[in-house]
């Protein structure tokens, strides 16, 4: 077993997350507070620092260090996996932010943020890299609004690349002069922020508007690993779940929803995505992603879904299992991202905001087990389609993906 906690196997319970108390100080971390740094350079001329808005809610993270999450005002750096393959896990996203009342922005000049390139070929460079980062992050200075990454790749290569343009002023200057020519300054946000921590830091207000009682259904976590093993220090944690040794992301939104979290024992290795795995080792991908992950929730936990918070750990768990089942393997777990899982819970339409058609494994039975009607809402679904074929509306509106 791959694990970071020293959790045995056998004391794995259906539904139950093992408790052990860490206190962590801040001022003996193993690593720096890249923060002090960011408005060091900023004083001296090197960048332009973009503070969080000031409506925000405090996390803490690994190492005790405490984060600002922005409520509103955010920018939302969308996934192109997510858009592409999981449409209703931004969709999720957004929808949450309108039914919390929360100002956001959903940009139509972001760019990819061409982690492909950084994780998976190297075809790319270092000064290219960080100036689309960059370029980003300026397009949402300009409009007034935090970014907020949607994808968990994204999120940890953008980490990284904060790390390397503070400690390399070769980089600074590369990827300032390519910012002057697009006529933009160089911009650091005062805090890279993911979806899940704000998910994670509204969860309580999402509970107070659940209308669906959860409390007999059982999930397994997939904690992402570019979201918590990249630039490591930075992901939340709380030590009162699983005593601190496990980012609280996504589980304690579970708990917070009243549903039950199960434990198993793979919990800390990969999806089986792995980026070069998925592009030039598909078989592996997906042997890795159900024999090793699916496979063991399924015989430790039986659960009715796993959640995760990323783009490729969704679509990897998700899509792999149609293989295995070919063969007869013990799979069958439906995987959705806590976002469509959070909003699921306070009603939003399975189809039309949630969009779970896009999905492989067969979710029925877990709708059917949260007490949602899935037949009467594909049949509304079906009327909304035809809507469009007959020419009576252009687009599924936001007011009509709204309506319960």
């Known amino acids: 077993m791959t694990s970071e906690v020293s959790v045995p196997v056998t004391s794995i319970t259906r539904g139950t997350i093992p408790q052990r108390v860490f206190q962590r100080d801040p001022a003996n971390a193993p690593t720096e507070d890249i923060r002090e740094k960011l408005f060091e350079l900023e004083a001296q001329g090197e960048w332009i620092v973009q503070r969080v808005p000031d409506d925000t809610v405090e996390v803490m993270t690994k190492y005790g260090r405490s984060k600002r999450i922005p409520r509103q005002m955010t920018w939302h750096h969308k996934s ?6 999981i449409p209703g896990y931004s969709t999720s996203i957004f929808w949450l932010h309108r039914q919390l009342g929360m100002e956001y922005n959903d940009p139509r000049d972001q760019t ?32 007034g609004y935090f970014p907020m990454i949607h994808c968990g790749t994204s999120y940890g290569h953008y980490k990284e690349t904060r790390e ?29 922020v993911h979806y899940s921590e704000w998910i994670h830091a509204m969860r309580f207000e999402i509970a107070k508007r659940k209308v669906l009682d959860l409390s007999n259904i059982t999930v397994t976590v997939h904690p992402a690993c570019h979201y918590y093993k990249l630039v490591a220090e930075d992901a939340i944690y709380d030590p009162d ?10 589980s304690a939104v579970v708990q917070a929803l009243g549903a039950k979290v199960a434990d198993y024992s793979t919990w800390f290795d990969c999806c089986g995505f792995g980026f070069r795995h998925i592009l030039v080792q598909r078989d ?20 009715d879904v796993t959640l995760t918070h990323d783009t490729g750990c969704v679509t990897t768990l998700d899509k792999s299992q149609f293989a295995a089942r070919v063969h007869g393997r013990n799979v069958g777990i439906p995987v959705l991202s806590e976002a469509q899982f959070a909003a699921l ?29 899935w037949q009467a809402r594909w049949a509304e679904f079906q009327e909304d389609l035809e809507r469009l074929r007959r020419g009576e509306m252009q687009f599924l509106s936001w007011e009509d993906a709204d309506a319960k």
């Not at 943020?113 to 980003?136: F, M």
């Not at 592996?284 to 659960?303: D, Q, Y």
């Not at 009603?347 to 067969?362: E, F, K, M, N």
């Open 164 to 192: 390397q343009l503070v400690h390399h002023p070769e980089l600074r200057k590369q990827v300032r002069d390519i910012m002057a020519k697009l006529g933009k300054p160089l911009i650091i946000p005062e805090e890279i």
């Open 80 to 85: 192109c996996g997510q858009c592409g393959h």
């Open 284 to 303: 592996f991908t997906r042997s890795f992603a159900t024999l090793r992950k699916i496979e063991r929730m399924k015989e430790e936990a039986n659960p």
């Open 112 to 143: 990819s943020c061409t982690a492909w390139n950084y994780y998976a070929s190297a075809t790319s460079n270092a000064a290219a890299q960080a100036a689309v980062a960059v370029r980003n992050f300026a397009a949402a200075y300009e409009t």
């Open 345 to 373: 819970a306070m009603g939003a339409h399975p189809y039309r905001i949630c969009q779970l058609h896009w999905h492989s494994v067969d979710y029925r039975p877990l709708l059917e087990k949260m007490g949602i009607d």
């Open 241 to 250: 779940l699983y005593g601190g040794q496990r980012t609280a992301v996504v």
